[in-house]
C-alpha cells in the first residue's frame, strides 16, 4: 500500500525569588507563535462549523485516488458518492459498514460555509479556520486551495483564510479536509502496516493497521471546527506563571501582538465580581493582587478552583489604520512544587486521588460531546475525585477549562503511549514526540489545573536507546515549563529503567494478580510493597500508583472472587489500597485507577467489546468498584487536614468535606 503520508519553583527567598520567577517566565515564552482559545469578546466572534459534513473514505487500493484525482478542486459530491457525516465524531461507529469502522488510510470531509458579509467587506478583519484536532494527519484547502496541514492527532491547528474568501465574495466558502489515520514507528502513538501477501490466505492487497496500546484507534475531526475573527493588529499569545508571597498574589505576564507597528496595552485582572484587583500598563509585567484567593483543588479548600479573569486590551497602528483588540483569560493563582517525599500545591502536602480516563464514548468514539463530560465531571465529584491523567494523549481545550473550574488536577499526558519498538526511538521519532511536547506545553500552559507533564505512557525503557531519547526529551520539557514537573508513567522494572532517573516524580503503572499472577489475590500486598521499596531506595523521588485495576463484566458476580466478576474487582482494589494506606505516609503521594469507565478496543481474544477495568460501566453505571472507591476518596479527603490556608480561619476539615458530599445528588 502506497499512502501519500507525511507522515519547580525554588524556596521562598524574597528578591532572589523573583529573579528565578522571572527566569522561569521567559523559559516559558520560549514558543514563538499563538494557540490562544477562541473567545468572543468586542473584538472577536466565533462561528461553529459543527453538525453535518459530507464524507467520503478512499476505498481505492493505494488509498490515495482523491490526492490523484484533486477531489478538494471541486465539491466532492461531483467526484463520487458522499454519505452524512456528523463532526465532531469519530467516523467509525457511526454507519453499519463493518469496512468503514477498522478503515485505515483517507477520508475526506467538506462543508459549504456562509461566512458574514461584514467579515469580507472589513479588511481589517482577520478571518481565522481552525481544527480542535483530528487524527491522524491532515491536509485542509478553501476552495480547491491548500491553507496548511498537520502532523498528529490531538493538538488543534489553524490557518488564515481571509485573503481567500475576498478573492472572490461571491463564491461558496468550501471548506476540505482530508484526514489519514495511519499509524508508522514515527507517528504517536506509533505502529506499523503490516501487508499479508500470501494470496492462499488473504485477497490481494490485504493489510493490517498493528498498535501497541489497548484503546480502539478512533479516526476523523474529533473536535470542534470554527471559524474566529481578530483585528488584523492582535493580540496573539499570552503567558502567565503565578506565584505568591504571605497574601499577595503574583501574575508575571507576557502578552506578543502580531500585526501592529507599534501598540499600547493594558492587563486588567478581575476577581469573580468583575472587581478589578490589579492592572498594568505594557507587554509584560507583574500583577499583584492584596488578599489573594489561591487556586485550590476540590475538597482542598472550602473555595476551591478560584478564577481570576485576566482582560488585555490591545490598542494598535499598522501605519494606517488603528485596530482594538480584547482578549480575556482565566487565571488562577497557585504554585507547585515537589521534593522527594511530597507534592505540594500552594505549600501544602496535595495526595492525588483520582482516575485515568479515555475520551471514548458509545457512537461517538472519541468525538467530543458536552452532555458527556458534564455527566463524568459530576461523577468525578460524586467519587471524591481530585485529580485524573489525560490517558494516553491530550483531551479536548474544553475539559481543561472544566477543570480549571472545579478544581480537578490534571497530569497532562502526550499521545506516547505505545513506545514498544526500538525503531521508535530514532530521531524522526525524537523530533516529532519533541514538536508534539511544542504543541502541547503551548496549548496548556496556562491552565491551573495541570500540575505536571507526562511525556509518555509504558514506553520500553529498558532499551538502551531510551536513555538519549528520554534525557533529551524530558529536558526539552523542562525547558519549555521549568514551572512543572515532568514524569511518565512505566512499567518497566526500576533496575532496568533508563528514563526514571530525569523524571521529578515517578509513576508505576502495576497489576498485580491481574496480568501478572492472575487470579491470585494473595500476592498483592507483598509484590506492591516490593514495587514501592524498590522504586523509592533506588531514585529517591515520590511516588504515583498511576494505573491498577482489574477488569469487570457489569452484573458478573462469584463469591469466593473469580477474575472478571464484580466482586474480584473489588478485591483487588482492596488489597491496593491496604499497602497504599501504609506508602502514603512515606513517599507515595497518589492512586489513580484504571479506568474511570470502561472503554473501546480493538477487537481480540482478551477483550470483549473493549476493557472492562472501569469502575463505570461505557454508559456511566457505576459498578460495585464505584462505591468502594467512592468510600475511599471521601476518606481519605477527612483524614488530610488540607482544607484552608489557616486551620483557625476556615471550617473543620470534616464539617467541610461532609457539606461537599451532601451537596452532590445520590447516584
Not at 12 to 24: E, M, N, P, S
Not at 43 to 65: I, T
Not at 280 to 291: A, E, I
Not at 437 to 448: G, P, S
Amino acid at each position: 500500500m502506497n499512502i501519500w503520508y507525511k507522515m519547580v519553583i525554588p524556596a521562598r527567598l524574597g528578591a532572589f525569588r523573583v529573579l528565578c520567577l522571572f527566569a522561569v517566565f521567559e523559559a516559558v515564552c520560549l514558543l514563538d507563535t499563538g494557540m490562544l482559545f477562541p473567545r468572543e469578546s468586542s473584538s472577536r466572534e466565533v462561528k461553529e462549523l459543527n453538525g453535518r459534513w459530507d464524507f467520503r473514505a478512499d476505498k481505492s487500493p493505494n488509498r490515495n485516488q482523491g490526492f490523484e484525482k484533486a477531489w478538494y478542486k471541486s465539491r466532492l459530491a461531483e467526484t463520487g458518492p458522499v454519505i452524512d457525516m456528523p463532526v465532531p465524531a469519530s467516523y467509525n461507529d457511526i454507519t453499519q459498514d463493518a469496512t468503514l469502522r477498522d478503515f485505515i488510510g483517507w477520508v475526506w470531509y467538506e462543508r459549504e460555509v456562509v461566512v458574514p458579509a461584514r467579515w469580507i467587506a472589513d479588511e481589517g478583519t482577520r478571518v481565522v479556520l481552525r481544527v480542535g484536532s483530528a487524527h491522524y494527519y491532515s491536509v485542509v484547502w478553501m476552495n480547491g486551495v491548500k491553507v496548511t496541514e498537520h502532523n498528529g492527532g490531538h493538538l488543534p491547528f489553524e490557518a488564515e483564510i481571509g485573503s481567500l474568501i475576498r478573492k472572490d465574495p461571491t463564491q461558496p466558502c468550501r471548506i476540505t479536509i482530508a484526514v489519514n489515520n495511519t499509524l508508522t514507528l514515527d507517528t504517536l502513538p506509533p505502529g506499523n502496516i503490516q501487508h499479508m501477501d500470501d494470496r492462499t490466505q488473504y485477497p490481494d492487497g490485504y493489510f493490517v493497521q498493528n498498535t501497541y496500546f489497548d484503546f480502539f484507534n478512533y479516526a476523523g475531526i474529533h473536535r470542534s471546527v470554527l471559524l474566529y475573527t481578530t483585528p488584523k493588529a492582535y493580540v496573539d499569545d499570552i503567558t502567565v506563571v503565578t506565584d505568591f508571597l504571605d497574601n499577595t498574589g503574583l501574575v508575571y505576564y507576557k502578552v506578543s501582538v502580531q500585526g501592529a507597528a507599534t501598540a499600547t496595552m493594558k492587563a486588567t485582572l478581575m476577581d469573580q465580581n468583575a472587581r478589578c484587583v490589579a492592572s498594568s500598563s505594557g507587554p509584560s509585567g507583574v500583577l499583584k493582587v492584596v488578599d489573594v484567593n489561591l487556586w485550590w483543588p476540590y475538597l482542598m479548600h472550602e473555595n476551591p478552583a478560584y478564577l481570576y479573569s485576566m482582560e488585555v486590551r490591545l490598542m494598535a497602528t499598522d501605519g494606517r489604520s488603528t485596530y482594538e483588540d480584547v482578549y480575556t483569560l482565566p487565571v488562577g493563582i497557585r504554585t507547585v512544587n515537589v521534593t522527594s517525599t511530597q507534592f505540594l500545591i500552594n505549600n501544602k502536602p496535595f495526595y492525588f486521588h483520582g482516575v485515568n480516563k479515555h475520551e471514548d464514548s458509545d457512537i461517538r468514539g472519541k468525538g467530543f460531546d458536552w452532555p458527556l463530560i458534564v455527566k463524568d465531571f459530576n461523577l468525578l465529584k460524586w467519587l471524591g475525585a481530585n485529580s485524573f491523567r489525560t490517558s494516553h494523549y491530550p483531551y479536548a481545550e474544553e475539559i481543561l477549562q472544566m477543570c480549571d473550574r472545579h478544581g480537578i488536577v490534571v497530569i497532562d499526558e502526550c499521545p506516547g503511549v505505545g513506545i514498544a519498538d526500538s525503531r521508535s526511538f530514532g530521531n524522526s521519532s525524537l523530533a516529532h514526540h519533541l514538536a508534539v511536547m511544542d504543541e502541547l506545553v503551548h496549548r496548556d500552559k496556562n491552565h491551573a489545573s495541570v500540575v505536571m507533564w507526562s511525556v509518555a505512557n509504558e514506553p520500553a525503557t529498558e532499551m538502551p536507546p531510551a536513555d538519549f531519547y528520554f534525557k533529551t526529551l524530558i529536558t526539552h520539557t523542562k525547558v519549555l515549563d521549568p514551572t512543572r514537573p515532568v514524569t511518565f508513567a512505566t512499567r518497566t522494572d526500576y533496575a532496568s529503567d533508563r528514563g526514571a532517573p530525569y523524571v521529578d516524580v515517578i509513576c508505576v503503572n502495576s497489576y498485580f494478580s491481574w496480568y501478572y499472577d492472575p487470579g491470585h489475590l494473595e500476592v498483592i500486598p507483598i509484590q506492591l510493597k516490593t514495587q514501592f521499596e524498590n522504586w523509592y531506595g533506588k531514585y529517591q523521588k515520590p511516588i504515583i500508583q498511576s494505573e491498577y485495576g482489574a477488569d469487570a463484566v457489569a452484573g458478573l458476580h462469584s463469591d469466593p472472587p473469580v477474575m472478571f466478576s464484580e466482586e474480584y474487582q473489588k478485591a483487588v482494589l482492596q488489597s491496593y489500597h491496604n499497602v497504599l494506606d501504609q506508602k502514603r505516609k512515606q513517599y507515595v503521594i497518589g492512586e489513580l485507577i484504571w479506568n474511570f469507565a470502561d472503554f473501546m478496543t480493538v477487537q481480540g481474544i482478551f477483550r470483549v467489546l473493549g476493557n472492562k477495568k472501569g469502575i463505570f460501566t461505557r454508559e456511566r453505571q457505576p459498578k460495585a468498584a464505584a462505591f468502594i472507591l467512592k468510600e475511599r476518596y471521601w476518606r481519605l479527603a477527612n483524614e488530610q487536614n488540607r482544607l484552608g490556608l489557616n486551620t483557625s480561619a476556615h471550617s473543620d476539615t470534616r464539617q467541610l468535606v461532609h457539606a461537599f458530599q451532601d451537596s452532590l445528588d445520590p447516584m
